[in-house]
Nanobody
C-alpha cells in the first residue's frame, strides 16, 4: 500500500509564501517513476488540479497558479513539493497530493490517480 503524507500548510497573509511537501512511502513507490500532482478543494467547490509532474520531470501548472506555484520533487527523499508564492485569498483550500502508477500524467482527472494523501489546509487572509 502506498501512503502519501502532506505537510507544510498553514495560515498566511496575502502575498506570503508556503511550501507544501508530500512524502511517499510503501509498496516500493518512487516519486520519480510515476506521475504525481497537487490538487485543491475549497469549501463548496469541486476539487481542481494545481500542478503535475511526470516521470521524465516535465511539469505543468494550472492557470490559477501559473507564475506563482512551482511543482518539484526530490527523488532521494521520495518527496513531492509545491512552492507557492504571492498567495491570494482565493488560494485558500485543502491541498492534496496524488500519485499515479503510470509514468505519464493524464491531466487533472481525479479518478486517474491511484493514491491520495489526507490533505493539508492552506488559508490565506487578506
Amino acid at each position: 500500500q502506498v501512503q502519501l503524507v502532506e505537510s507544510g500548510g498553514g495560515s498566511v497573509q496575502a502575498g506570503g509564501s508556503l511550501r507544501l511537501s508530500c512524502v511517499a512511502s510503501g509498496s516500493g513507490y518512487s516519486v520519480k517513476n510515476g506521475c504525481m500532482g497537487w490538487f485543491r478543494q475549497a469549501p463548496g467547490k469541486e476539487r481542481e488540479g494545481v500542478a503535475l509532474i511526470q516521470s521524465d520531470g516535465s511539469s505543468t501548472h494550472a492557470n490559477s497558479g501559473k507564475g506563482r506555484f512551482t511543482i518539484s520533487r526530490d527523488n532521494a527523499k521520495n518527496t513531492l513539493y509545491l512552492q507557492m508564492v504571492s498567495l491570494k485569498p482565493e488560494d485558500t483550500a485543502m491541498y492534496y497530493c496524488a500519485a499515479r502508477r503510470l509514468p505519464y500524467c493524464a491531466g487533472y482527472v481525479a479518478d486517474q490517480y491511484n493514491y491520495w494523501g489526507q490533505g493539508t489546509q492552506v488559508t490565506v487572509t487578506s
